[in-house]
């Protein structure tokens, strides 16, 4: 007790310190250890040995970690693993939202200070905002791929468009140049020099007409197919809009019929008997349950659902515990 006494100020700052920073050290090799411990107990279904169905249970009945951030801690270990010891300052939650991103953009939020000096909600909208330029770019790239395969088929049909007058065209000369080389008849007068250049000339002006109207036939089918194209693109756009809506339409009529029984359920009166209040509160309970479940089962992300499966299933098991005690 006399050495504490003794100790000066400084000494005692520089010992809590050390503690401090030790500490820190350790609470940073546990964020590691929790994350790989859960995975295993998760992956390996090793929470079967301790009586759990499923590992949601596990970690309502075994561990002080509730089912969200066991699943962030798994989610940050499987997406950051051992470094992840060296993040420890930015927080799970932080680190959770963060691995939704690609490893480039998270490097750049960790290494530029963002990570750790943005509040919570500022993150947020920052991953929002490098997720939305993202798609946009995945967006604009498979356009222009799509516009450059487009044109490129169009060269390649032209060229091969080209090259069939030009055989055409060398196949006129190839004739020309055999009557040249024929044997006249006797009683056929030989062509002067200048027939012979005029009907030179007239093949080339035929073989060049045929390329014109080749050239325009394609640019007519072109000009066509795409507005074919953007025909079949606006309606099949309009289709899906509309079924957007009827199904839309459709979910919101039947939210509203559920609604109504509901509303209507909820203002009968209650009855006087004993008989006809268990029935009555009885069909309330299985209305309810129908509608939890039917909520449940809309819900996309697995982990989400399997979390609202398992408190329903345990408020199921305490309901059915409090009527074994009547």
């Known amino acids: 007790m006399e050495n504490v006494i003794a100790q000066t100020t400084q000494e005692r700052a520089s010992a809590l310190t050390g503690r401090i920073n030790a500490n820190a050290r350790v609470a940073a090799e546990m964020l590691v250890s929790i994350g790989r411990d859960l995975k295993t107990i998760r992956d390996e279904k090793l929470y079967t040995a301790l009586g759990c169905a499923n590992f949601e249970e596990y970690c309502d009945k075994h561990t002080e970690i509730r089912q969200r951030q066991a699943y962030n801690f798994i989610r940050c270990f499987e997406t950051y693993g051992v470094p992840l010891s060296s993040l420890s300052g930015i927080g799970v939650t932080k680190l959770t939202l963060m691995t939704v991103l690609d490893e480039g953009d998270r490097a750049e939020l960790i290494e530029s200070g963002d990570a750790e000096n943005l509040s919570v909600r500022e993150l947020q909208e920052k991953i929002e905002e490098l997720k939305n330029k993202y798609e946009q770019l995945t967006l604009d790239y498979d356009q222009t791929s799509s516009e450059k395969q487009g044109a490129e088929n169009e060269v390649e049909e032209l060229k091969k468009q080209i090259d069939a007058l030009a055989k055409a065209l060398k196949d006129e000369q190839d004739k020309n140049k055999e009557l040249e080389s024929r044997p006249v008849e006797v009683a056929v007068q030989k062509p002067s020099a200048e027939e012979i250049e005029k009907i030179k000339a007239d093949a080339q002006k035929a073989a060049e007409k045929k390329l014109d109207a080749a050239q325009k036939q394609h640019d007519k089918e072109i ?33 509203k019929s559920e609604n109504a029984v509901l509303q209507s359920n909820a203002s009968k009166p209650a009855p006087d008997s004993t008989k006809e209040k268990v029935k009555f509160y009885i069909s309330e309970i299985q209305a309810r349950f129908s509608a939890v479940v039917e909520i449940i089962k809309s819900v996309e992300d697995e982990d989400e659902k399997a979390k609202y499966k398992g408190a329903l299933k345990a408020a199921v098991e305490r309901l059915g515990g409090a009527a074994s005690e009547i």
């Open 223 to 255: 000009k066509q197919l795409r507005e074919d194209l953007q025909k079949q693109y606006d309606n099949s756009r309009v289709s899906a809009v509309d079924a957007v809506r009827r199904e839309t339409a459709a979910e919101i009529e039947r939210l």
